[in-house]
């Protein structure tokens, strides 16, 4: 079990700690007994990362970072972060004031920093959605039954290990689907081989192309992908799915002066009645409605986290 934080926290987050000055993550969190004062910078950084491979999700964002600084009187920079884990660390050490993360990303926010979960995305009138398992049409897998069968020739692609649906859920019930002791197991034994695509839809692609042969996406990605692959619902099925996971969320850092907070938290709400605004969060993250979110949402992820051989308190 402790290969999965190894694997987790070493490969996944050491790059992001030297990108993101991980030296300097404590500041302003009151060490040795000192209250820090509350931050309240003149210009917000919101950042996000690409939930599929688009490199203008920063250019889409925008308009949504402008109404939000005119909503609040302050200028707000739309940034595009390189992974979860990046984006994680700068949430830690203030350098991104309000983070678009996923149910795990923020997770592992929340058991590094001090940080807080102020809002959460509403697809099709639900707060949750599932993981898909993607194969080929013509795969003879037609169930996650099959898999015990034929994964051990077959490469497993998934966007990135801190990715709640492309990662953490379909591992979870995959160990324990077939009694694997260890995500190294899963891997390496029951698969033949992984592929870190670095998106949802790079991971659909690779099965499509033949570079993978099973994908773990949120559900559906195809619907995302139809306008570039006008066959994929027929190119590609949909094996099964995991346990419901809460949808992702809007995070700040729990040093932002709590009055600020408390605005920012509003402004989002308030873009429930603008259509405008709800067409641009749902062009960035398929958000069709914003709802606020409890810490405690949350212990599903933390659970399934700590399966894998994590160690983080429920709320």
Request: aromatic share 8%; hydrophobic share 40%; glycine share 8%.
């Amino acid at each position: 079990m402790k290969k999965f934080l190894a694997f987790l926290f070493v490969a996944a987050m050491a790059v992001a700690l030297v990108a993101c000055g991980g030296s300097d993550s404590e500041e302003g969190q009151g060490e040795g007994g000192e209250e820090s004062e509350a931050l309240n910078p003149d210009k917000l950084v919101m950042g996000f990362v690409p939930s599929q491979d688009s490199g203008e999700i920063a250019e889409t964002a925008q308009p949504l970072a402008d109404k939000l600084g005119e909503v609040i009187g302050k200028e707000v920079e739309a940034k595009t972060m390189t992974s979860y884990s990046a984006l994680v660390e700068a949430l830690g050490n203030d350098t991104v004031h309000i983070g678009f993360l996923p149910a795990f990303g923020y997770v592992l926010a929340d058991s590094k920093y001090e940080v807080e979960v102020l809002l959460k995305s509403e697809r099709n009138g639900s707060a949750t959605y599932v993981a898909q398992y993607l194969v080929r049409a013509d795969s003879p897998v037609e169930s996650l039954d099959d898999l015990e069968e034929h994964a051990g020739d077959m490469i497993w692609a998934y966007g990135d290990a801190s990715s709640t649906s492309g990662y953490l859920f379909p591992a979870s019930q995959l160990m324990s689907k077939f009694e694997l002791e260890s995500t190294t197991a899963l891997q390496e034994e029951f698969f033949a081989g992984t592929m870190k695509s670095g998106g949802h839809d790079n991971s659909a692609v690779a099965v499509l192309e033949g570079q993978a042969d099973i994908a773990t996406t949120f559900d559906d990605v195809r619907d995302t992908m139809l306008e570039d692959y006008p066959s994929i619902k027929e190119d590609l099925k949909v094996i099964g799915t995991t346990e419901e996971i809460p949808n992702d969320t809007v995070t700040v850092p729990a040093s932002l002066d709590d009055e600020l907070t408390k605005e920012i938290q509003d402004a989002f709400l308030s873009f429930n009645d603008d259509e405008e605004m709800i067409k641009i969060m749902n062009e960035v993250y398929n958000w069709d409605a914003i709802i606020k979110a409890e810490s405690s949402d949350y212990d599903v992820v933390r659970e399934t986290y700590n399966n894998l051989g994590g160690d983080i308190p429920l709320d």
